[in-house]
């Protein structure tokens, strides 16, 4: 098992910029949640999903989007891009009473 | 809503000096709690965790968490710490046993020193 995946590990992006971080797991867990990780904030929820279709919103979801269309995937849409996104953002899957988390992308919007 | 305070943002210790990491919560419902580490550049990786039970918790690598309910604490500790212990520790609460909520204390900092 490759457990939690996420694409790209780095990005830059110039403000007012799309793009979509990705996330997938191979271990069919239902639930997924995003966090982004900020000096001496810990990680704050941004959304997250109990199972396909259905998502929520966690502590920050201003200007991120999320879809769940499969078990495996659930991608992060920021539609336009603010310097406050700049961050490293992780990925979970969680089963059991346990979060497994992606290696992370740190993006750094100018 | 719950909340997590972690005391000490950062603790530097000499190696084999024992270390505790403060812990404290607050919620209005029963909670599950968790310690997470994190290694420099890598993501986060559960270390120990309390949903029921007995209020001690042990890890395979020699940490140690106390679910102190009267206090609202969940301390981690260990006797002797090595330097490969050195990362970022994070202690983690989720309400009601919700499974893929958590909130996080903000984290610290262990340095271990030769």
């Known amino acids: 098992n490759a457990g939690v995946t996420q694409t790209p590990k780095f990005q830059v992006l110039k403000t007012g910029q799309s793009m979509t971080l990705q996330c997938a797991q191979d271990?069919?867990?239902?639930?997924m949640s995003w966090y982004r990780q900020d000096p001496g904030m810990g990680l704050r929820l941004i959304h997250y999903?109990?199972?396909?279709?259905?998502?929520d919103q966690g502590e920050v979801p201003n200007g991120y989007n999320v879809s769940r269309s499969t078990t495996e995937d659930f991608p992060l849409r920021l539609l336009s891009a603010a310097p406050s996104q700049t961050s490293v953002y992780f990925c979970?899957?969680?089963?059991?009473?346990?979060?497994?988390f992606g290696p992370g992308t740190r993006l750094t919007v100018l | 809503a719950q909340s997590v305070t972690q005391l000490d943002s950062q603790v530097p210790v000499f190696e084999e000096a024992p270390v505790e990491l403060r812990c404290n919560y607050s919620?209005?419902?029963?909670?599950?709690l968790f310690w997470y580490v994190q290694y420099p550049n890598q993501g986060l990786q559960l270390l120990l965790k309390y949903l029921s039970g007995s209020t001690l918790v042990e890890s395979i690598n020699g940490f140690e968490a106390e679910f102190n309910k009267s206090q609202t604490s969940f301390h981690l500790r260990k006797p002797s710490v090595h330097i490969s212990d050195t990362a970022e520790y994070f202690c983690?609460?989720?309400?009601?046993?919700?499974?893929?909520?958590?909130?996080f204390g903000k984290g610290t900092l262990l340095t271990v020193n030769p």
């Open positions: 979970a899957s969680s089963a059991h009473n346990e979060q497994f």
């Open positions: 983690a609460v989720s309400e009601g046993g919700s499974n893929y909520k958590l909130t």
């Open positions: 271990m069919n867990h239902e639930y």
């Open positions: 999903s109990v199972g396909a279709g259905i998502t």
């Open positions: 919620s209005s419902v029963s909670v599950y």
